[in-house]
Structure formats: structure tokens, C-alpha cells
């Protein structure tokens, strides 16, 4: 209820009325803060320094508050809605939670009475499962790792052996710091060793590979699971990040923890100083269902199939470290450079269903922008973090999960900014690299997507389960050379184009470039479509080479296109 206005300058401002007449901390402004904010803000955890438990804690960040909740900084949720679909873990407070919040501070942030204050909060201390169950399984870092008070951690890796003999799919996980204060990020990863190999054993062969000249993926340890279209990709078994932590799957999905052989869970810590020296012995906690689930959950880099770096498509032959994720080179961000931008492109020849996104990079990355392109060529953005911040790495959950048809593709773009207006920026002076085992002065390009493959059914008796339903709905990635030309302002054509041939991968190399300009031209014609990327005003009436999912109907032949490059000269007058 409104107990008036208050004027600030040009802004006229509601005030709430409480049992004062104006909003009190005591019964208008606690319960807020209690419910939506001293989960993160109270002692031990990442907003330790402003905790919000009290009155007299809170008061001298009353004028910070205001301001974060009108500029909607706080609590973080960086995902733009208009450009965004619905998420289950929106955390944003309502318009009236801001109007009480704003006019308390307006009215001097008074206190109230302390018999109105309501009890505090009952924090779920450790494990956070909704129904109060402990975890199945629980793995933690071996000893407890000592942080120094200053200076640049580099990350830090442990594997532990996994203590299953048989494999246990996974309902609910949650990667917990044993010192969220020191704990920036961590990704938990399943890896298989030699038989006979241990950890201990890595360290000493890698140096004599490098002492060789041999490439160091010869010593690393294999992923236990990948993703279903690249063996060479880790399955991201479990994320710890500031916002995000506990994970529940539903009830017909499920991810894979392998056991019985050689395996271990590969920690990969980032951690952070805080001023004076703690320790820290992370873990991660498993919940398992009984029987397979219906489907396989995987977490994997959602566009790193296809990388264009500043508008130029990248080929997967380019010398040089693959950045993590991918399988090209990408060119360092210049120093001082405001607007580097990475984009990635994955092909989905079957149908899949999306249930989270969760772009992760580092301190010079300022966007990303997650876009469907479907087979009929509609375009929708489904997730835009306009304001992408190192220090809130959200899990994005789908309300209701995508489900994309076969011929469908992700597109990704990312941002960074090595320039003096980053305020992050360690050193703007310095080319940043985009490396394998990347520290945090490095980059990242690494837009998550955890998802299901919709063909796939893990209940379904041998007897029952046939292939042919499940052909019908995968696509192939075709490749093709023709010209390219454009009929309107929105739609391209390949001409004169040669007869398609079917490609194990969606991206190109350099010798496939000049096998490519020498093919002859055919009399085939094909639709393009989510060819914007691929800049391709720069390239009409020339000789092209095309690859994409071939989407066949009664009406036309239509690629969407996973990479597009040049190969000859103008072929159409």
C-alpha cells in the first residue's frame, strides 16, 4: 500500500507504507534481503563482506543497495529478457520488492521496531538437495589446499579415483567448495588413465613429451565420456560457479558417472586470494537413480564445431594451440583491442532437446548471445547477457526445455574487450590467448549446453528398439562448391552448384579448400540459410565452397550452412 511519493531531483518515487508510515528495515526491508540476497551476502560465502544479517549491517550499504536494484545488478542476473527465453532460476526481485527498497533508502533507511524483525534465515549448510537427502557418493579433493593472502593462483588440477566398480547414472550432483570465499570456479570432468598409470605418472611423461617434440595430447588423460559427436570433448561432469551449484535433472534424463575401470574425477580449480592465507578441500556430491534413464544428459561447448574470429572463418588445419573446446586456432585478442568477437556454429543432424546454457569466459569477455537458426530458416534468440561478468557465471535453466529439430543449429557470439575501459582488465597492454589449460589472464570461448539427444531411448528392450524410425530424422552435413548469389536482401542462393558429398565434419580444412577450387561447377540449385555470419555481401558472384545440414522438401533444397569459404573468382556475370 502507498503511504505517498518522494521527489529526488527529476524522480518521483513511491514510498511503501509500513506500520511507521514509511518502509522500516525491521518488517518491510529484512524479509527481502533475508529471502532474496543473505543466501550469498552472510559470513563464509562469495559476499561475505556485505553481509546482510542485521540491521546495523545493512545500513551503511543502503545507499549501494539502491542502487544495484535499480540498475538491476543485483541479485545478478545478466540475461536480458527481451532477447531471452523464460529460466526457472530467474532470481530477479519484483517491482514492488525495488519500490520498498528504493523508498527505504529515500526515507533515510530507518531501523523500525526489532519485535517486527523477522527470524533469521535457515541456510542449508552443505549439501542443498531439496528434499533433505544426503548424497550417494561423495568425492572430495584429496587434502586441503592452502591459498596464499595475494597474488595470482594459477589453476590448480587433482584427480581422484572413482570408488565404483559398476557404471551409476547421475539424477542430481552438486560441486561444493569447501571455501566458497577462496573458490572462484571449478569444472569436474571423468578421465580414464592407462591400466597401471596413476596420477603421479602424468607430470614426468608430459615433460618427456615436450622434451620430444611430441604433442602433449598424447599424455593426457582420455575423457570417460564425451559428447555424441566428438570423442576428442569431455562430458562436463559438474560446475561449481558463483550463483550457480546444485543441479536436479528430471525424472527421463540423467548424466553417466562411469566406473570399473582405470578413472578418475579431474578437478580443475580456479582459486581466488582474499588477504590473508585460508585453505580450501572441495568436492562433489551424487545422486543416483536405480535402471538407466530414458535419455543421457551431456554438457558440453555448445558452438565449438565452427569458430569465426573478427569475420574470418577459422580452418581446423591452422597451426598453432586449439583452444579448449574447440578444434581451431584462435588468433589472440590485440592488445587494447574493444571489440573482439568469436563466433561458433554447431549443426544438429538429429533432434535434441536443451535444458541449460552457461557461457563461460574470463576477464575480457563483456557478451554472449546464443541464437537458433531452425531448419525453415527462422531465426530466435534464446539466451542475450548483454553485461557478461567473470564473477557470475550463471547456470541459465530452461523453464520449459528447447526442443530443436533435426536440421537445426546454435549459433554463439561473444565479446571481449582488452581495452583500458574494461575495469577488470589485468593488462591491456598484452595479446590474450585463447589457450588449452587456460589460466585467467587467458581466454575462454565456452558457451555450455547441457542436452538430450531425443532419438535415444536407454529403456527400450533390444527387441523394440529400431533403427529405421530414428533415420528418419537425421540429417546429413553435405558438402558442395557453386556461386553465390543473392535474390533479396535476406535470401542466398548456391548456383550452378555441383552435386553434394556427404562430410564427416562441419568445419574445413585447408586441403579440402583446394580440392574444392578445383571442382567444376554443376547445374544444381540450394537455399541458404543462417548464412548472416559468414558475412556473405563480401563474397556474391564468387566461386564458394559451402558445407551445412541438407533439409530436403517438396518445394526446395536448403542448406543451413556451417562454414563458408571462397575458393575462386567471380563465376556469375
Not at 543473505?38 to 563464509?44: K, S
Not at 570408488?163 to 577462496?182: C, F, M, T, Y
Not at 550463471?394 to 528447447?402: R, T
Request: charged share 20%.
Amino acid at each position: 500500500m502507498l503511504a505517498g511519493l518522494i521527489t529526488i531531483g527529476a524522480l518521483t518515487l513511491p514510498v511503501i507504507a509500513s506500520a511507521g508510515g514509511v518502509p522500516a528495515f525491521t518488517n518491510d526491508v529484512a524479509p527481502i534481503l533475508f529471502k532474496n540476497c543473505a543466501h550469498c551476502h552472510r559470513p563464509g560465502d562469495i559476499a561475505s563482506t556485505a553481509p546482510f544479517l542485521s540491521y546495523d549491517m545493512v545500513r551503511p550499504w543502503a545507499k549501494a543497495i539502491k542502487e544495484k536494484v535499480l540498475s538491476h545488478e543485483m541479485p545478478p542476473w545478466p540475461a536480458d529478457p527481451a532477447w531471452s527465453l523464460k529460466f526457472r532460476n530467474d532470481p530477479q526481485l519484483t517491482p514492488r520488492d525495488i519500490d520498498t527498497l528504493v523508498a527505504w533508502v529515500n526515507a533515510g533507511a530507518p531501523r523500525g521496531n526489532d519485535s517486527d524483525l523477522p527470524p533469521l534465515p535457515e541456510f542449508l549448510e552443505g549439501w542443498l538437495h531439496p528434499q533433505g537427502l544426503k548424497p550417494d557418493l561423495v568425492i572430495s579433493l584429496p587434502r586441503e589446499f592452502q591459498v596464499p593472502a595475494k597474488g595470482e593462483i594459477p589453476y590448480q588440477r587433482y584427480l581422484v579415483k572413482v570408488p565404483l566398480l559398476e557404471d551409476k547414472w547421475v539424477v542430481a550432483s552438486q560441486a561444493r567448495p569447501g571455501n566458497p570465499a577462496l573458490v572462484h570456479h571449478m569444472a569436474i570432468t571423468e578421465v580414464s588413465l592407462d591400466d597401471g598409470m596413476t596420477p603421479a605418472d602424468l607430470g614426468p611423461i608430459e615433460l618427456l613429451a615436450r622434451q620430444l617434440g611430441l604433442p602433449s595430447a598424447v599424455t593426457r588423460a582420455r575423457p570417460a565420456v564425451t559428447a555424441p559427436s566428438n570423442s576428442a570433448v569431455f562430458d562436463m561432469l559438474g560446475v561449481y560457479t558463483p550463483g550457480a551449484t546444485f543441479e536436479m535433472y528430471g525424472d527421463d534424463a540423467a548424466k553417466l558417472l562411469k566406473g570399473g575401470g582405470n578413472l578418475y574425477l579431474n578437478f580443475n580449480i580456479h582459486y581466488q586470494a582474499t588477504g590473508k592465507p585460508e585453505g580450501d578441500r572441495s568436492m562433489i556430491g551424487f545422486w543416483f537413480r536405480q535402471g538407466p534413464p530414458k535419455r543421457q544428459l551431456f554438457r558440453v561447448p555448445g558452438a565449438g564445431d565452427t569458430i569465426i574470429a573478427n569475420g574470418s572463418e577459422l580452418l581446423t588445419t591452422a597451426p598453432g594451440t586449439k583452444a579448449e573446446g574447440t578444434s581451431v586456432t584462435i588468433p589472440p585478442i590485440p592488445a587494447y583491442a574493444e571489440n573482439y568477437s568469436v563466433t561458433g556454429v554447431t549443426a544438429y543432424s538429429e533432434p535434441v532437446t536443451i535444458y541449460q546454457f552457461q557461457p563461460h569466459a574470463h576477464l575480457r569477455a563483456k557478451d554472449f548471445k546464443y541464437t537458433v537458426v531452425y531448419p525453415d530458416g527462422r531465426e530466435e534468440s534464446v539466451l542475450s547477457v548483454p553485461r557478461y561478468d567473470f564473477r557470475w557465471q550463471l547456470a541459465y535453466e530452461l523453464e520449459k526445455p528447447l526442443k530443436l529439430p533435426a536440421g537445426s543449429k546454435m549459433v554463439v557470439t561473444a565479446h571481449y574487450d582488452n581495452s583500458l575501459n574494461n575495469k577488470y582488465n589485468p593488462a591491456p597492454e598484452k595479446d590474450v590467448y585463447f589457450r588449452d589449460q587456460n589460466q585467467s589472464w587467458d581466454e575462454m570461448f565456452t558457451p555450455f549446453i547441457q542436452y538430450t539427444l531425443d532419438n535415444q531411448d536407454l529403456t527400450a528392450k533390444p527387441e523394440m528398439a529400431s533403427p529405421i524410425p530414428q533415420a528418419k530424422n537425421v540429417l546429413q552435413i553435405v558438402e558442395v562448391v557453386g556461386c553465390l548469389v543473392q535474390n533479396t536482401a535476406s535470401d542466398w542462393m548456391l548456383t550452378h552448384a555441383s552435386d553434394t558429398v556427404v562430410s564427416a565434419t562441419q568445419s574445413t580444412t585447408s586441403v579440402a579448400l583446394r580440392a574444392a577450387a578445383a571442382k567444376s561447377l554443376g547445374n544444381q540449385e540450394y537455399h541458404l540459410i543462417g548464412i548472416g555470419v559468414f558475412d556473405p555481401s563480401n563474397h556474391a558472384r564468387r566461386k564458394v565452397a559451402v558445407k551445412g545440414l541438407l533439409i530436403r522438401d517438396s518445394k526446395a533444397s536448403r542448406l543451413n550452412v556451417t562454414s563458408l569459404q571462397v575458393v575462386g573468382e567471380t563465376c556469375v556475370q
